[in-house]
């Protein structure tokens, strides 16, 4: 069997796991965190500890040809601003059960979007086009480090969600999850599925919660799980890791 990208969900929640209403976010624009969802979402992963990386590899920002994959659904991606769509410097993937076909290009025509009928499709898609998903397959061990086919290379894949989404992700390889908490209650019509995010908080469940420290190694950012404040809403990232 093709071996998979590995998944990683990332999310913000009210205390009550709510994510949506009315087909946009519940709270108010906050800043900080949709700056941190982009960063942490644009930025490829690091190379394997064990690897010399010789100053030419595409793993160097110059020659930097790795991408990350962001995986949505049909009506996540209608919820992103249009000036923000497709999500920049990522490969877009959009589930939509009306099927396939191209949705974005950027400047150089290059196709930056396009549309799948299932996750699934998805990440065979991602295989397909950025390798083989057989031997060229690196970082099989972590999961990470990419696939290789002409210029692009694949990097990690994230599910941005909804609802939806984020559910056949949870019965699939997905290993992680980057949870910003917000601090207090907005109104919600969508919510995020139950019986991970609570069991792994209350230590129990698949799930176990990482120190910040690792929450910082893993994304590449300084002080992630800090609490913040924007607008009078409180709230800080944490991340889950499955245990294996
Ligand atoms: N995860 C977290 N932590 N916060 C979120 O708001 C969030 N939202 C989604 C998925 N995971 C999340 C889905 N919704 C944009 C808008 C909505 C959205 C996801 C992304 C968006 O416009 N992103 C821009 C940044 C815009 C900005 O900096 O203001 C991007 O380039 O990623």
């Given amino acids: 069997p093709l071996p998979l990208p590995r998944l990683t969900l990332i999310v913000a929640t009210t205390p009550a796991l709510g994510i949506g209403l009315r087909g946009t976010l519940p709270w108010p624009p906050l800043k900080p965190d949709l700056a941190f969802f982009a960063r942490v979402t644009k930025r490829p992963p690091p190379p394997p500890p064990s690897s010399k990386t ?16 962001v995986i949505m659904g049909r009506k996540t991606w209608e919820s992103i601003p249009t000036k923000f769509r497709p999500l920049r410097g990522r490969i877009n993937v959009v589930v939509s059960r009306q099927g396939g076909g191209a949705l974005g290009l950027d400047r150089d025509g290059e196709e930056v979007a396009f549309k799948v009928g299932s996750v699934e499709a998805g990440l065979r898609e991602l295989g397909g086009r950025f390798g083989d998903g057989g031997s060229e397959l690196e970082g099989k061990g972590e999961g990470e480090g990419g696939v290789r086919k002409g210029g692009v290379r694949l990097g990690r894949v994230f599910v941005i969600g909804g609802a939806e989404i984020y559910r056949i992700a949870l019965g699939m390889e997905c290993e992680r999850v980057l949870w910003t908490r917000l601090g207090r209650e907005f109104e919600c019509d969508t919510f995020f599925p139950e019986g991970v995010l609570e069991d792994a908080d209350a230590g129990g469940g698949e799930w176990e919660r990482k120190s910040s ?15 913040r404040q924007e607008k009078d809403i409180e709230f800080r990232v944490v991340m889950m890791e499955r245990k294996r």
């Fill in 213 to 227: 420290g690792e929450l910082d190694e893993w994304t590449g950012e300084e002080g992630a799980g800090e609490s």
């Fill in 54 to 69: 010789p100053s030419n590899h595409p793993h160097n920002a110059e020659h930097g040809e790795i991408r990350n994959a």
